[in-house]
């Protein structure tokens, strides 16, 4: 009965095996990845729109301060425009500072329609002046600006007329920028048209830039369900955190998709930049977690499991944290610094554990952990200083790569380990039987037959070789069990006796 017990498991394992071999995995990425591809694809489909096109970029300068106090009023005399300069290259916002923009229309050629929208770039907070009735006049636009005015489209497309032009030429901007770095970038113009037809299709080149995003997506998600498999075989809660960590990596990146940036800065900007932000140190907690029982910390790095320990504590704390700030002001800046320590903390944590795990480490199994986390640090590193989420994307590909080998390994090892110890207990249940089969004891009945025979006592014969026969039958049926009822024993006794 457990040999065919033991068949089914074997059947089952060998037919999971099978689902993971790399024809299944080779059928797997095709599944997970078409319907990406697909979707993307669908996205670049763009028709000719023809004449109805008309945008370009602005003539605009910038005034940059740190100083809160400064109103339209004194932004608007013609005696402070000097202090207008050029937008820099590559300049990236500080969550300090206060952007004023003046955008001159004065060589533009805006008679092609009667409604035109400016467009800067994903702020936080916009505001645009202009004239009405001889007044100043505002609208107010931006990611995390609930109070967006009416006209305003796809968040950051602030609607103006020719007729609302101060001295018939100019607007003015004020941005802020709270939540997280962005590029200054120069304003741009279209018409209505222009923002009617781009906000139903998707040009060719955003397409191609996504592309790396859809692919990033469905390798994660192929990986994740791939350690599902992995826990059902092997009951192992390792694979369980792995799959979380690989979960919330996809999670993180799929905020930077389209669809999804639209969805969630459009409908639910707050929560929107809570999930962004929150998501990034979840990533942390389920990668410590998985860390600290692929290395069994516990026993064999017991001082870093105790750092992990601590570690976790206060991620679960900057996540309260941020939960509550974010919650209640959103445009709060402590939240960046908030962010900033987190990321620093990380990065010192991690060489630190790379150091104490190189210097103590016993098997090279946890040489897979530490390579393969390095090449993450190190696009997370690289994504900081050049500001592009592709280094981390490149650096987390690798890692899971090397992970993936590393929990292959291991789960070689355990397969070996367990099939020398199931060897061994059929060792002990061999010699437990020779033990409980005495040779001495068989030779000397076998012999009392064999007298009984050659002296013609046949009945006793017959009797002796039935009681034998009986004992090696008995002896045979128990000796498989772990424990006998005293009933069965009091039955062998008389036999042996």
């Not at 505002?138 to 305003?152: D, E, H, L, T, Y």
Request: glycine fraction near 4%; include cysteine.
């Amino acid at each position: 009965m457990k040999q065919n017990i033991h068949c089914i498991k074997c059947k089952v394992r060998c037919s999971f095996s099978n689902i993971y071999s790399l024809k299944g995995l080779l059928l797997l990425s095709i599944s997970v990845w078409l319907p990406f591809t697909v979707f993307a694809f669908s996205l670049g489909q763009k028709p000719d729109s023809g004449y109805l096109i008309h945008e370009g970029v602005t003539h605009a300068k910038v005034f940059i301060t740190k100083d809160n106090t400064f109103d339209i009023e004194q932004v608007y005399a013609p005696e402070f425009r000097s202090s207008f300069t050029e937008i820099p290259r590559r300049y990236l916002t500080s969550g300090n500072e206060i952007y004023w923009f003046l955008i001159d229309f004065g060589e533009t050629d805006l008679t092609a329609s009667e409604l035109w929208y400016v467009r800067l770039g994903y702020y936080d907070d916009i505001t645009l002046y202009f004239l009405q009735n001889d007044t100043l006049a505002f609208r107010k636009a931006g990611v995390m600006n609930k109070s967006r005015s009416a006209g305003v489209r796809d968040i950051t497309y602030i609607p103006f007329r020719p007729g609302e032009l101060i001295e018939n030429r100019f607007i003015f901007v004020k941005v802020r920028q709270i939540t997280r770095k962005n590029s200054l970038v120069v304003p741009t113009y279209r018409n209505s048209a222009t923002v009617d037809y781009i906000s139903d299709y998707v040009s060719r080149y955003y397409f191609f830039n996504q592309m790396p995003y859809f692919f990033f997506i469905g390798g994660m998600l192929l990986m994740f369900f791939y350690f599902i498999g992995f826990y059902f075989m092997y009951n192992e809660r390792l694979f369980i955190w792995y799959s979380l960590y690989l979960l919330s990596l996809l999670l993180f990146i799929s905020t930077r998709t389209y669809f999804m940036w639209q969805l969630l800065q459009s409908s639910f900007p707050v929560f929107g930049y809570l999930f962004y932000e929150t998501i990034q140190v979840g990533i942390n907690i389920f990668y410590l977690i998985f860390a600290r029982i692929f290395l069994n910390a516990k026993t064999d790095f017991p001082k870093l499991n105790k750092a992990i320990h601590y570690a976790l504590i206060l991620l679960v704390s900057v996540i309260l944290v941020q939960i509550s700030v974010i919650t209640v002001n959103p445009l709060n800046n402590f939240e960046r610094h908030i962010m900033n320590f987190q990321r620093y903390f990380m990065i010192v944590f991690s060489l630190a554990a790379y150091v104490y795990i190189l210097k103590n480490y016993r098997n090279k199994l946890v040489l897979f952990l530490v390579g393969g986390s390095f090449f993450y640090l190190t696009g997370a590193v690289l994504s900081m200083v050049f500001w592009h989420i592709r280094y981390m994307m490149i650096g987390t590909a690798i890692e899971v790569f090397i992970f993936s080998i590393g929990m292959g390994y291991r789960i070689k090892v355990v397969e070996i380990a367990r099939q020398t110890i199931e060897n061994e207990m059929n060792k002990l249940k061999l010699t437990a039987l020779r033990a409980q089969m005495n040779p001495h004891f068989i030779f000397n009945s076998l012999n009392s037959i064999r007298a009984y025979v050659i002296s013609s006592e046949t009945k006793k014969a017959s009797d002796y070789l039935n009681k034998f026969a009986r004992l090696i039958r008995l002896i045979l049926h128990y000796s498989s069990k772990d424990f006998i009822s005293l009933n069965p024993h009091c039955r062998i006794n008389p036999v042996r006796i």
